[in-house]
C-alpha cells in the first residue's frame, strides 16, 4: 500500500504523513527534506546559484544520514524551493523516491509531487491544504517554540513566496491530482487533521 500525501508548505503533510505510517506500520518518507538536504549541501558550499553543483549534491544524496532536526529551518525551505524547481535536481532525486514507495510493507511519502509524478498509481492520495494565514501561524509558533527571531509577516511572506514557487515552476508544479482527496485543515487541530485522514482512507480501501 502507498499513501501519498501532496500539499503546500507548512500544511501539516509531514506531521500527518508521519502518524499515518505509524498508525498503518508503514514506513515515512518527507521527501522536502530531500530538497532541503540539497540546499543545505548548497548553502554551506555558497553553490545555492550553481545548478550543476545542486545535480551533483541531489545524486550523492544518503537518506540515512538526513538529519530532519537541522534541515526545518524556514532558510533551508527557501532554498530547497529554489532547487526544487530545478528539472535535473528533481530526475536525481525521482529513483530514490520511487525506490521508497517499492518498499515491501508499503509506505507513506508527502511533498508537492507524490500524486501526480512519483506515485501516480498510489493507493490513496491526499492533498492537505490550508489558508496561507493559518500555515504561517502554525509555522511561526513551531519557529518561535524553538526560540527562532522570525516575525509573523516574515514567515507569512516566505509562504506566498514559497507557494507561488513551488505552483508556478514548469518542472512538476505543486496541483491535486485529478483523483487526490481533499484535505483543508484550515479549521482542524493536528489530531482532527489525523482523524479526517484516517476517515478517508478507511473509506477508499475498506477497514484498516
Ligand atoms: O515540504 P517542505 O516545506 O519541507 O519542502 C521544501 C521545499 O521542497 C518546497 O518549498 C518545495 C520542495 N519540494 C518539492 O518540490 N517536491 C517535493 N516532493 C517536496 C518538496
Redesign the pocket.
Known amino acids: 500500500m502507498v499513501i501519498a500525501i501532496d500539499g503546500p508548505?507548512?500544511s501539516g503533510?509531514?506531521t500527518l504523513g508521519r502518524r499515518i505510517a505509524e498508525a498503518l506500520g508503514l514506513s515515512h518518507l518527507?521527501?522536502?527534506?530531500?530538497?532541503?538536504a540539497v540546499a543545505a549541501r548548497c548553502l554551506a558550499d555558497g553553490t545555492l546559484a550553481d545548478e550543476a553543483a545542486s545535480v551533483a549534491a541531489a545524486h550523492a544524496l544518503d537518506l540515512s544520514t538526513l538529519d530532519p532536526e537541522a534541515l526545518r529551518g524556514g532558510e533551508m525551505?527557501e532554498a530547497?524551493?529554489v532547487v526544487?524547481a530545478r528539472p535535473a535536481v528533481?530526475a536525481a532525486l525521482f529513483d530514490l523516491q520511487r525506490r521508497f514507495a517499492a518498499r515491501p510493507g508499503g509506505a507513506v511519502l508527502d511533498?508537492?509531487?507524490?500524486g501526480t509524478v512519483?506515485c501516480p498509481d498510489a493507493t490513496v492520495k491526499l492533498f492537505v491544504t490550508a489558508t496561507p494565514e493559518v500555515r504561517a501561524e502554525r509555522r511561526y509558533r513551531e519557529l518561535a517554540a524553538r526560540g527562532a527571531g522570525t516575525s509573523f509577516e516574515d514567515v507569512l511572506a516566505d509562504i506566498r513566496v514559497?507557494d507561488a514557487?513551488?505552483s508556478g515552476r514548469s518542472a512538476?508544479p505543486?496541483m491535486r491530482a485529478d483523483d487526490a482527496l481533499l484535505l483543508d485543515t484550515t479549521h482542524l487541530t493536528v489530531e482532527g487533521v489525523f482523524s479526517e485522514a484516517m476517515k478517508l482512507i478507511r473509506a477508499k480501501i475498506g477497514k484498516v
Open positions: 508548505a507548512a503533510k509531514g518527507d521527501t522536502g527534506l530531500l530538497y532541503r525551505g530547497a524551493s526544487a528533481r511533498g508537492r509531487d507524490i512519483i514559497r514557487r513551488d512538476a505543486l
